[in-house]
């Protein structure tokens, strides 16, 4: 028989061996800090995060002539410098949060646009990655109690996020080219669905919901991509990615620095912890 260890009435434990980067890492390691809230101002610097991210992806492979996937390894260079700036900062600030965004929208729009460099067809590349966001998605949403006004990040997160990144930028251009929509007119499909479902969910008590969350982002992705496409296609690809850029930078610093109303300010998260 295995004897327990008993512990005397008024014994201290010892504290485990512990450092102040492995303090920041226990506390912050399911979630970023600068986080937004969920909220239509949320929303709508998505859309416009989803628009440069086509761009800048485009302007990577194509404008700066690095190519689809030489730049991912970079790009993955700039996502942990961003999350890694963000775990160790002692002020809020969501600009490193839409950065990362950025980030991974671009990596995204090269991942999925280098399916055409192995000359695999939508009919084979759409069904695949859809069925890895689906099952990312139920991954996270066993995760997560509710979105409340706060994004529960982590590792999944970021996971399904570059999967939906990856949807869209396979979703729009199918839409565009194989349904023949044409990318104004896959913006205009998508941020109009996309808009549904988010209003039809507010009425229902907020986006609380993950696959609500996570259906209404990917129909924004794609309407990005067809959006990113149209712009590119009307004004060119540097001053598509300017504009779109500015009008990005712009909401961002206007409102979460000038109203500063949509900060994260809760340093608690009503989210589980990850499992595995």
């Given at each position: 028989?295995?004897?327990?260890?008993?512990?005397?009435?008024?014994?201290?434990?010892?504290?485990?061996?512990?450092?102040?980067?492995?303090?920041?890492?226990?506390?912050?390691?399911?979630?970023?800090?600068?986080?937004p809230?969920?909220?239509?101002?949320?929303?709508?610097?998505?859309?416009?995060?989803?628009?440069?991210g086509t761009?800048t992806?485009?302007?990577?492979?194509?404008?700066?002539?690095?190519g689809?996937?030489?730049g991912?390894?970079?790009?993955?260079?700039?996502?942990?410098?961003?999350?890694?700036?963000?775990?160790?900062?002692e002020?809020?600030?969501?600009?490193?949060?839409w950065?990362?965004?950025?980030?991974?929208?671009?990596?995204?729009?090269?991942?999925?646009?280098?399916?055409?460099d192995?000359?695999?067809?939508?009919?084979?590349?759409?069904?695949?990655?859809l069925?890895?966001?689906?099952?990312?998605?139920?991954?996270y949403?066993?995760?997560?109690?509710?979105?409340?006004?706060?994004?529960?990040?982590?590792?999944?997160?970021?996971l399904?996020?570059?999967l939906?990144?990856?949807?869209g930028t396979?979703?729009?251009?199918?839409?565009?080219?194989?349904?023949?929509?044409?990318?104004?007119?896959t913006a205009a499909?998508?941020?109009?669905l996309?808009?549904?479902?988010?209003a039809?969910?507010?009425?229902k008590?907020?986006?609380?919901?993950?696959l609500?969350?996570?259906?209404?982002?990917?129909?924004?992705?794609?309407?990005?991509?067809?959006?990113g496409?149209?712009?590119?296609?009307?004004?060119?690809?540097?001053?598509a990615?300017?504009?779109?850029g500015?009008?990005?930078v712009?909401?961002v610093?206007?409102?979460?620095?000038?109203?500063?109303?949509?900060?994260?300010t809760?340093?608690?998260?009503?989210v589980?912890?990850?499992?595995?």
């Amino acid at each position: 028989m295995v004897q327990r260890p008993v512990r005397i009435v008024g014994q201290s434990i010892p504290p485990k061996p512990t450092s102040p980067f492995l303090d920041i890492w226990h506390k912050r390691r399911n979630h970023v800090r600068s986080l937004p809230k969920i909220n239509a101002v949320y929303w709508i610097t998505l859309c416009a995060a989803s628009i440069f991210g086509t761009n800048t992806g485009d302007y990577v492979s194509d404008a700066m002539g690095i190519g689809h996937l030489a730049g991912l390894p970079w790009l993955l260079v700039v996502f942990l410098l961003l999350i890694g700036a963000d775990l160790v900062a002692e002020f809020s600030a969501p600009l490193l949060f839409w950065a990362a965004i950025i980030t991974v929208r671009t990596a995204a729009t090269n991942f999925g646009d280098a399916f055409h460099d192995f000359h695999i067809g939508f009919e084979i590349s759409l069904p695949i990655v859809l069925v890895l966001f689906a099952v990312s998605v139920l991954w996270y949403r066993r995760s997560c109690v509710s979105l409340m006004k706060n994004l529960p990040t982590g590792g999944v997160y970021w996971l399904t996020m570059t999967l939906a990144g990856i949807v869209g930028t396979i979703g729009g251009d199918a839409a565009s080219f194989r349904l023949r929509l044409m990318p104004l007119g896959t913006a205009a499909l998508f941020f109009l669905l996309a808009g549904v479902v988010i209003a039809a969910s507010k009425r229902k008590g907020g986006w609380t919901n993950p696959l609500i969350y996570w259906l209404a982002l990917v129909l924004i992705r794609t309407a990005g991509t067809g959006a990113g496409d149209a712009l590119a296609h009307a004004a060119g690809l540097p001053f598509a990615t300017l504009l779109s850029g500015g009008v990005f930078v712009g909401l961002v610093i206007w409102f979460y620095a000038v109203i500063g109303t949509n900060v994260r300010t809760d340093p608690e998260l009503v989210v589980e912890a990850e499992r595995g």
